[in-house]
Nanobody
Framework: QVQLVESGGGSVQSGGSLRLSCTASGYINRRLCLGWFRQAAGKEREWVTSINSDGRTYYADSVKGRFTISQDNAKNTLYLQMNSLKPEDTAMYSC??????????????WGQGTQVTVSS
């Protein structure tokens, strides 16, 4: 079992920045794919970014160049640095984990989410 807890959400004006954190506990090993998803009100959940166990990163086109995923293995913490935020980035952001060497679209473990609101 892996438990995930997000933090760092909040309200920011368009063009601003936020850094989300996701702290993992439980059975942690290096064979983990970690990702961030978001869900805006009335919309389906959307994949944002992932990081492989080897450190390779992947981004949705909508956030490429603005968001950066990273991890601190010593702290069992995943980060999402979000810059140049836009109102359309407003959503509940959740982190997810899957015990696999290479990221796929399947994630078993999910956090509760943290709200990000971007005003124009």
């Amino acid at each position: 079992q892996v438990q995930l807890v997000e933090s760092g959400g909040g309200s920011v004006q368009s063009g601003g920045s936020l850094r989300l954190s996701c702290t993992a506990s439980g059975y942690i090993n290096r064979r983990l794919c970690l990702g961030w998803f978001r869900q805006a009100a009335g919309k389906e959940r959307e994949w944002v970014t992932s990081i492989n166990s080897d450190g390779r990163t992947y981004y949705a086109d909508s956030v490429k160049g603005r968001f950066t995923i990273s991890q601190d293995n010593a702290k069992n913490t995943l980060y999402l640095q979000m810059n140049s935020l836009k109102p359309e980035d407003t959503a509940m952001y959740s982190c997810a984990a899957e015990p696999t060497w290479t990221c796929t679209r399947t994630y078993t473990y999910w956090g509760q989410g943290t709200q990000v609101t971007v005003s124009s």
